[in-house]
């Protein structure tokens, strides 16, 4: 017992000595190095030369005392060791900027950098617009935003890549908190010419005999619609997969396939498109919901907790 207890105070100060050698600037380096799989990518995004990243990730792994990247010709990638480091520097650079945004607060304002996933919907249904807002008033905060399919945004919140996420809740969220958020309805988008265009609202399998456009391949949607035509006895036939509800609107347009996609959404970029008509889907499963999912809502910087209660109050219609 007492050769274990000796083992793991060697062990708990040589872990303290390392952190005290690392300082953020390294940490920030090794996660830019990770996320970009290239050192030149990273020194770029850092504006800091390759030279001395790879000075500084040199020293890192010294000091760790094993390989925490792999390089390649095809660049660099984190070992099973540099994995581990990752989310640990992802966790420290959290709270030190947490830190340093609640100290600025008593100096000058609160400032900082939020970094959120979205789901394309948001992107286009609302979230531009409560941006708008927030940063109207906290100018002296950098909202940075990444597009992700829901699925992906989970993954990427639990990662530890951005703050927090606003995705589906059709999703898996493992043990990321979860917040109730907004909801849109889907509907049928259909040339003006088409059957469908001459009622007012459908069910969803009266969609199943015609050809249907996906707006991503691995889109949480297509899963969903996929399972519901199998419990119907049919096949849902995609005839293509497009990344832009631009390129959507072109493609019924042209009369190549229908799709299912949201009607608020559609409301704002069928304006640029003629010949185009939206139809509601009248099944119960076309309310959809959004959530905001995050590690944990105390662990939040000051600027990411101040975003997230502007975005929570601005939709329960109080004062931003």
């Known amino acids: 017992m007492a050769a274990g207890r000796q083992i793991a105070v060697v062990l708990t100060l040589q872990v303290t000595y390392f952190m ?15 996320e970009e799989g290239s050192i030149a990518r990273a020194a770029e995004r850092e504006f800091i030369a390759p030279s001395a990243v790879s000075k500084r990730l040199a020293d890192l792994e010294s000091l760790a005392r094993v390989g925490l990247l792999s390089r390649s010709q095809r660049g660099v990638s984190a070992t099973p060791a540099g ?39 948001s992107l286009i249904e609302f979230l531009p617009d409560a941006l708008s807002t927030f940063l109207s008033s906290h100018s002296q905060i950098r909202v940075d935003v990444e597009e992700r399919v829901s699925a992906d945004i989970a993954r990427g919140v639990e990662e530890g890549v ?11 969220l493992g043990t990321l908190e979860v917040l109730p958020y907004r909801s849109d309805h889907l509907a049928v988008l259909v040339p003006s010419h088409h059957p469908l265009a001459q009622v007012s609202a459908i069910d969803f399998a009266q969609t199943l ?53 949201p009607r608020e959404a559609l409301v704002r970029q069928i304006g640029a498109h003629t010949g185009l008509t939206v139809v509601p889907l009248r099944d119960a499963w076309a309310e959809r919901s959004f959530v905001i999912c995050l590690r944990e809502r105390a662990a939040l910087s000051l600027p990411a907790l ?9 939709q329960a219609g109080e004062p931003a």
């Open 20 to 34: 005290w050698q690392v300082d953020p600037l390294t940490l920030r380096l090794f996660i830019a190095v990770c």
């Open 162 to 172: 951005a703050d927090f996420g606003i995705c589906r809740d059709t999703v898996s």
């Open 83 to 121: 994995t581990a480091m990752l989310q640990h520097a992802r966790q420290i650079m959290r709270s030190y900027e947490r830190m340093r945004a609640e100290m600025s607060e008593y100096a000058a304002g609160v400032s900082g950098q939020v970094r959120i996933l979205a789901n394309v919907s």
């Open 209 to 261: 005999v015609y050809d249907h456009l996906a707006l991503a391949s691995n889109a949480s949607i297509n899963t969903l619609m996929e399972r519901l035509a199998a419990e119907l006895g049919a096949t849902l036939r995609y005839r293509s997969y497009v990344s832009t509800f631009d390129a959507a609107c072109r493609f019924v347009q042209a009369g190549l396939a229908i799709a299912v996609l």
């Open 306 to 314: 101040k975003l997230l209660d502007h975005l929570l109050a601005q």
